[in-house]
């Protein structure tokens, strides 16, 4: 698999990003995958509502030996958020990335807008980043832009609604709980309408997608493409944890997701190298701490400070000191 990300090193092919964007994207490890080495992300879950129920979503707290999306050991308020993310910083100077990615959906909690105003207050140089189902960004773009979130990935798991409605039991919508291709006609229209606009107001754009074999196995081409017309970025192809409802449902090996992956190159880069982290996650992409003993985080944390003080001469030197 290829170890470049081929519009960063090509410049011209890359969209229109200012200078600033592409330092981010370059920072960002889950946007550049040269960057998951060097570049570390925090997660700060305190957004534990969610407006719809996926078929394989089973958010649990306090499940410190799951590593899974949605997972958290204990959902935070802003305050609390900030005081983490100014410990993690501290320790670990190598994070750049600070996320809203759960256990429900960012743009589902009111706390997600509050805490993002404090990091940016306070961390105006990191990138501030979010994960949503999409159902509410058209009429939350304004605020997303607001607090200052340059990157941003939206979960689209099929933009047909027949396909949609399998993965999907219900969604809650300004109050009214709707099911069925309704309720998937729906989000698709949100999901795609909030990334154009996403896209057309300079945000950086991921696409999630979960391949849940005999179901949007086929389909997974179909999003590729239109993500290549609405200007995404780049797509993670997930492969499905079978749980809840779709506990009885074979995960794809890794050779299907391959497949896919492949199938969709020509038309979205592919991101290759996810872990499917939890809501609570920081560190590297391959050193989730939130998971590690005390022992072996301060072992980390006493190797970044000498690589950190080894490279600051280099780093001065060629007046790029990002310690």
Known sequence: MPEENECLDKKDSCPAFSDELLRKIAEHPCYEQKAQH????????????????????????DCVNESRP??????????????????????????????IAGPGDPLANDATFETFELIKKEFPQLTLCMSTNGLMLPEKLQDILRVGVSTLTVTVNAIDPEIQAKIVNHIVYHGKVYRGVEAAEIQIKNQLAGIKAAVDAGIVVKVNTVLVPGIND??????????????????????????????????????ERKAVQEACEPYVLQMRHCRQCRADAYGLLSQDMSQ????????????????????????????????
């Open 70 to 99: 949605g997972v958290t050991s204990k959902v935070l308020t802003p305050e609390e958020a900030l005081e983490k993310t100014r410990e993690v910083l501290a320790e670990y100077p190598f994070i750049k990335v600070v996320g």
């Open 292 to 323: 590690m003993s005390e022992e072996r985080r301060k072992l980390i944390k006493i190797r970044t400070k000498e690589d950190m003080e080894k490279a600051k001469p280099i780093l001065e030197k060629n007046g790029k000191d990002h310690a």
């Open 38 to 61: 060097r570049y570390g992300r925090i997660h700060l879950a305190v957004a534990p509502k969610c407006n719809i129920q996926c078929n394989f979503c089973v958010r649990e707290f």
């Open 218 to 255: 086929k389909h997974v081409v179909e999003i590729a493409r239109k993500m290549n017309e609405l200007g995404v970025y780049i797509m993670n192809v997930m492969p499905l944890i079978n749980q809840g409802a779709f506990a009885d449902i074979e995960p794809p090996t890794a050779e």
